[in-house]
């Protein structure tokens, strides 16, 4: 990785290095001078060489050399280095046909290259629903002149909305769509519901999906979650302002408190919307249709053309939200210092190893310690 290594993302620790003299000098202090008096009696004494004064040195100097490496370690966790291992990679989608895997792997000349499988859920070795975020906070592991390759699917890889700041270069390559893999996908939608009325709303959702041709699956909760898409609120009082999502359907009985004034503005232009008397705002968590409270919901499964326009405008605004589509390209690595951008946990692997060692040191000089004293 340019600029970034061994020294670390905060080399100035090193600096301290010098520090290093304290646990020699304070050896050095510690260290007793015995003098040497003769005794009268000690003439008649059998001369043995002084065995406990080597033994006693040789265990000083490892535990200075295991105190000075001590500091080093600790000095090496404050500079926070950077270990990278990796080579080049290539990133597979989960479910992409073999062949055209085998084939652009050759193509892009990446035959001996470490292949890595992903996958939003399953059983993969990445899990990820971004690979591209994950790659500019991982990216730390791969070495300098290390190469990526994608090779995925379209809903395998979302476009960001910005470009990621990358310090290799990468090829992404998206599989062709076929039709059969495009009917065997489904589009899941999460519709948060409050209503006393669920079995007319799962009757509407139903149709919903038959009339997708079975490639959408509403999946319906009386909780707004994090990934929920749809929410309902199917109650003749004013909003909750916690139960927002890109979509909400609401009556209009009251003032909605969660548009903003300056924010809000009218679609009536929309045909499929007035046709089925729903005004559309755009609030600060998200869209808002609103129907008049002289009608109902859930009964347009009953009036057949309203619940298609309904169906259709539902679509469109599905395909409004949704993100682009990936398409293949190659990513020129960024020319810049990649230590500005680097995530704070980027020496996160090497710093875990630093630590156990340090300990494992600390427990040896401690250990020494109290046998020298013994």
């Known amino acids: 990785m340019t600029g970034v290594g061994l020294l670390g993302l905060s080399p100035l620790w090193w600096w301290l290095l010098p520090l290093l003299g304290l646990p020699i000098w304070w050896h050095r202090q510690r260290r007793q001078t015995q003098k040497m008096r003769f005794l009268a009696s000690a003439q008649f004494l059998a001369a043995t060489p002084p065995q406990l004064l080597r033994v006693w040195r040789w265990r000083d100097l490892l535990l200075l050399l295991l105190r000075c490496l001590m500091m080093i370690v600790m000095l090496m966790i404050l500079t926070r280095p950077i270990w990278s291992w990796r080579g080049d990679t290539v990133f597979v989608g989960a479910g992409l046909d073999k062949n055209w895997v085998a084939a652009e792997i050759e193509k892009a000349g990446f035959g001996a290259a470490t292949q890595q499988r992903f996958c939003a859920s399953g059983e993969c070795e990445l899990k990820t629903e971004h690979l591209l975020f994950w790659l500019v906070r991982e990216q730390n592991q791969w070495r300098s002149q290390a190469r990526w390759l994608i090779l995925a699917r379209e809903s395998q890889l979302p476009m960001p909305a910005q470009r990621p700041e990358l310090s290799h270069s990468l090829a992404i390559r998206i599989a062709p769509t076929t039709e059969a893999s495009t009917a065997s996908e489904k589009q899941v939608i999460k519709v948060a519901l409050k209503t006393a009325r669920v079995e007319a709303w799962q009757g509407l959702f139903r149709m919903f999906e038959f009339a997708g041709t079975k490639n959408l699956r509403f999946i319906l909760s009386d909780q707004v979650e994090k990934d929920t898409w749809l929410a309902i609120w199917d109650q003749r009082s004013e909003r909750d302002p916690n139960w927002t999502a890109p979509l909400v359907w609401s009556f209009s009985a009251k003032p909605d408190t969660s548009l903003s004034s300056n924010g809000a503005r009218s679609q009536r232009d929309d045909s499929l919307?007035?046709?089925?008397?729903?005004?559309?705002?755009?609030?600060?968590?998200?869209?808002?249709?609103?129907?008049?409270?002289?009608?109902?919901?859930?009964?347009?499964?009953?009036?057949?053309?309203?619940?298609?326009?309904?169906?259709?405008?539902?679509?469109?605004?599905?395909s409004r939200s949704q993100q682009m589509n990936m398409r293949s390209q190659d990513v020129a690595a960024t020319q810049a210092n990649t230590s500005l951008f680097l995530p704070d946990e980027a020496d996160g692997y090497l710093r875990e190893i630093l630590v156990a060692i340090l300990a494992l040191l600390f427990i040896l000089e401690r250990s020494l310690a109290h046998v020298r004293r013994a």
């Not at 409270?293 to 859930?298: N, R, T, V």
């Open 273 to 318: 919307l007035r046709s089925i008397a729903l005004q559309s705002e755009v609030g600060a968590g998200g869209v808002v249709w609103r129907l008049d409270s002289a009608l109902d919901w859930p009964l347009y499964a009953s009036d057949l053309d309203r619940a298609k326009n309904l169906f259709e405008a539902l679509q469109g605004q599905r």
